[in-house]
């Protein structure tokens, strides 16, 4: 069964919009993870934010911040002031504690396309 | 510096021949992890050694192998390649100390024939 699910296989936006990107997730853990990674059109997967579940507070970094939603196990990844170059897949993953962080479940992706 | 190599960047393969695949990464990460990734499908863990322990998940157990001879070097090795083993093979580190964020390499793009 699908843990992590991103219903937007693709996205689009203007360049300067603010993005948001969609992702729910199935756990009956208390403590785990959820991470945003892009992938380059090489193939790399780039780390991007981590919100953990203990914390309520949104995550921020740089141009991107998530918001958390942990009652409804979904969460938003938000771009700010989106460019071309953010162009690309978003992955969201999930990682929990029982696991000892170590297994990783991924969804399967939503596809950005910023438009200059 | 998070740096993960993998080696080849891209290979072609004929049905029925070994494919080994090679990761090293740099940041003595004590784990490291090998994901399959096809087109509008999610990564898929293959693998993963954690220190010297290798865990592999059960549907792929007896599809991959690997080896980790140092904290800095891990293998994906396929012994008789098929044609629904191409895909995108990404390797990766993370670190128990570190949060355990996953640190990617570029990825090996297998195509096999």
């Known amino acids: 069964a699908q843990r992590v699910t991103q219903v937007q296989p693709t996205g689009s936006s203007q360049w300067g919009e603010e993005v948001t990107l969609d992702c729910s997730y199935e756990?009956?853990?208390?403590?785990?993870?959820i991470f945003w990674y892009r992938q380059l059109f090489s193939g790399e997967m780039v780390f991007l934010i981590y919100?953990?579940?203990?914390?309520?507070q949104n995550q921020r970094s740089g141009r991107y911040s998530v918001v958390f939603q942990k009652s409804f196990k979904s969460i938003s990844l938000v771009i700010s002031a989106s460019q071309p170059e953010d162009s690309g897949t978003y992955f969201c993953?999930?990682?929990?504690?029982?696991?000892?962080?170590?297994?990783?479940?991924f969804g399967k992706g939503t596809s950005l396309t910023v438009i200059p | 510096d998070t740096t993960v190599k993998q080696n080849p960047r891209y290979k072609l393969a004929r049905v029925g021949k070994p494919v080994n695949l090679i990761c090293s990464q740099t940041?003595?990460?004590?784990?490291m992890y090998w994901y399959q990734k096809k087109p509008n499908q999610a990564p898929k863990l293959l693998l993963f050694?954690?220190?010297?322990?290798?865990?592999r998940e059960a549907d792929t157990f007896e599809k991959f192998q690997s080896s980790r001879p140092n904290n800095s070097f891990c293998s994906l090795y396929i012994g008789s390649a098929g044609l629904e083993y191409s895909a995108m093979y990404l390797c990766?580190?993370?670190?128990?100390?570190?949060?355990?964020?996953?640190?990617f390499g570029e990825g090996s793009r297998l195509i096999v024939v």
């Open positions: 050694y954690y220190d010297k322990i290798l865990n």
């Open positions: 940041m003595n990460h004590d784990t």
């Open positions: 919100q953990p579940s203990f914390d309520t």
């Open positions: 756990t009956s853990e208390y403590f785990y993870r």
């Open positions: 990766a580190s993370s670190s128990r100390r570190g949060g355990n964020t996953l640190y």
């Open positions: 993953a999930l990682s929990e504690l029982n696991t000892g962080y170590q297994n990783f479940y």
